[in-house]
């Protein structure tokens, strides 16, 4: 332990993320942050010469590389791929002798992982992601190792692959880092690069937008007669029946956050958390939505349909407008723009707006990055799992994942690692091959460094290339701190804010089918005290804390 304080506390030195240097990690408080603060004293000397000593001996990978099974739960039902029968798994089994089989839940993740814990029958590797209820469940109840001792131990190399002021962010109250990231930003790092990993938009079919005028869907006037021109007078176009709308995940995010990132709800006014729920801007567009449902312009589709039926109707154009993540229309996109109606793909465009015309929130990547992965204490090797760990964190690791066999899939140009012509082609045009065949790009995501990639990419193709530029254009840097808030765990907070957001969930169906304004207002006011006699105070309470900690 006392080696990897000296040597998180060099990282931090360095200078990397400056701006972000001070903030706290998932449900850490102000003490918790300014104790890790204190790591920083350390003798900068003395942990330099610790840092030097373990990049000259080299990744523990190397040192073996003989056959090891290792199984890794990917907590997502949708992910679709296995490892060992594509060019790119085969390669890195080969070249670290780290067989894996991958395994995802068949039902509930939290359900099944929570059995697993019971029956100490846990897979060697876990990535999830931090908003699932067994998250701390398995630190806090001692399930999983803590990486800077495994690293101390096995592999001191891993410091030199994974940043500083992610091991910061990431550490927990006892001191300890369980879990490492993907796709994990900082707010100084997106500002030199460019990249934000923003992904949230407000998608139309392009062809069918255009055919319309390209109406102005900003205000909910605007978005009123837009349904209202689409009811009249496209409800079937080119063959296609058209759903006029959908949220991603509904309730419980795109009519909540999501939407309200783009009215520009702010998070706090004046320092204090800043009640979004409540905000007029926000209560007027769900009172648009209500009269949209009111005059049929609008149903329930994208409260009940499934995953499956989301997809389908996305792949086939089905869809007029949307609230939802550009990276999740990659594939539709690539199969509308190929097919007989070329100009059906989707494009993002200004969205609903609140009334002052403020740029939207559109949230950035952060230092909490997507999912997270952990070592299991049922890991029967957790040297070699470390070690591959710090493989896949690597550079070397994340080209070969991404890239795939020099030489085969990608040459060097001009110094840069550069995908082959026919496999950029096989990305754009056939991506089932691309993953299934060869396993290239974001197959594996689990320990995706998209910093680190991203300079790899092709160009994308316009269908791609317009939504990813919007939501670059347009995303809020700065509000990465106020990712994940929310308390967390077993905690009165954490209860409160669990009952409050499922209450929500609930209510907000109501609202929307109600049958008028003024019963819109009766289903809120009961909600609002309901909210109350939740303990909604300690959950502000908790937000406000935690934010003024990651200020520092």
């Known amino acids: 332990m006392k080696k990897y304080k000296k040597i998180l506390a060099v990282l931090l030195c360095a200078g990397m993320l400056a701006s972000l240097?001070?903030?706290?990690?998932?449900?850490?408080?102000?003490?918790?942050?300014?104790?890790?603060?204190?790591?920083?004293?350390?003798?900068?000397?003395?942990?330099?010469?610790?840092?030097?000593?373990?990049?000259?001996?080299?990744?523990?990978?190397?040192?073996?590389?003989?056959?090891?099974?290792?199984?890794?739960?990917?907590?997502?039902?949708?992910?679709?791929?296995?490892?060992?029968?594509?060019?790119?798994?085969?390669?890195?089994?080969?070249?670290?002798?780290?067989?894996?089989?991958?395994?995802?839940?068949?039902?509930?993740?939290?359900?099944?992982?929570?059995?697993?814990?019971?029956?100490?029958?846990?897979?060697?590797?876990?990535?999830?992601?931090?908003?699932?209820?067994?998250?701390?469940?398995?630190?806090?109840?001692?399930?999983v190792y803590s990486l800077n001792e495994l690293a101390d131990e096995y592999d001191p190399y891993f410091y030199q692959v994974v940043d500083g002021s992610i091991i910061k962010w990431h550490t927990k109250e006892d001191g300890n880092l369980y879990c490492v990231p993907n796709d994990a930003y900082g707010e100084e790092q997106m500002a030199q690069t460019g990249m934000t990993a923003a992904t949230q938009t407000f998608l139309v079919r392009k062809d069918l937008y255009e055919e319309m005028g390209s109406p102005d869907m900003t205000t909910p006037e605007g978005f009123l007669e837009a349904l209202r021109q689409l009811k009249e007078n496209y409800s079937t176009y080119k063959g296609v029946n058209i759903t006029p709308f959908y949220a991603q995940g509904g309730s419980g995010y795109g009519l909540s956050t999501f939407l309200q990132n783009f009215l520009a709800v702010p998070y706090e006014k004046d320092g204090e958390i800043y009640d979004r729920t409540t905000d007029p801007d926000y209560l007027e567009w769900l009172k648009t939505l209500r009269q949209a449902y009111e005059e049929g312009l609008i149903g329930i589709d994208y409260l009940v349909d499934s995953d499956d039926q989301v997809t389908e109707k996305a792949n086939n154009g089905q869809y007029f407008c949307m609230l939802r993540e550009w990276s999740g229309m990659q594939e539709a996109n690539t199969i509308l723009a190929q097919s007989e109606n070329p100009d059906s793909y989707y494009i993002a465009i200004d969205g609903p707006s609140g009334k002052n015309g403020d740029a939207p929130l559109i949230f950035p990547g952060s230092l909490d990055g997507w999912m997270s992965c952990f070592i299991s204490k049922n890991c029967e090797n957790p040297d070699r799992a470390i070690a591959f760990l710090t493989y896949m964190c690597s550079e070397e690791g994340q080209r070969d994942v991404f890239l795939g066999v020099e030489g085969e899939t990608y040459d060097y140009v001009d110094g840069v690692p550069t995908m082959k012509p026919e496999f950029v082609e096989m990305m754009n045009s056939d991506l089932e091959t691309f993953s299934n065949t060869y396993g290239l790009g974001d197959t594996y995501w689990m320990l995706r460094n998209s910093v680190i990639v991203d300079q790899w990419r092709p160009e994308k193709p316009e269908y791609i290339k317009q939504m990813y530029d919007w939501a670059n254009s347009h995303a809020y840097i700065a509000g990465g701190i106020y990712n994940n808030l929310e308390p967390t765990g077993d905690s009165d907070a954490a209860i409160a804010a669990t009952r409050v957001n499922q209450k929500w969930e609930e209510v907000l169906p109501e609202l929307i089918t109600a049958g008028s304004d003024e019963e819109f207002d009766r289903i809120f006011e009961e909600f609002i005290q309901a909210r109350d006699s939740y303990d909604y105070d300690s959950v502000v309470a908790y937000k406000q804390q935690l934010l003024d900690a990651r200020k520092g």
């Open 21 to 143: 240097a001070g903030c706290g990690g998932n449900g850490q408080s102000a003490e918790t942050v300014q104790e890790q603060d204190g790591a920083a004293a350390v003798q900068e000397e003395e942990t330099a010469e610790e840092s030097a000593a373990a990049e000259a001996d080299g990744p523990a990978w190397k040192k073996d590389t003989s056959p090891v099974d290792l199984t890794w739960f990917v907590g997502a039902s949708w992910y679709p791929y296995t490892w060992g029968n594509n060019l790119v798994s085969e390669n890195i089994t080969e070249k670290t002798g780290v067989n894996v089989e991958i395994v995802t839940p068949t039902g509930d993740v939290n359900e099944e992982l929570s059995l697993m814990m019971i029956s100490g029958d846990l897979p060697d590797l876990i990535s999830l992601g931090s908003w699932e209820t067994s998250y701390n469940k398995l630190y806090e109840g001692g399930y």
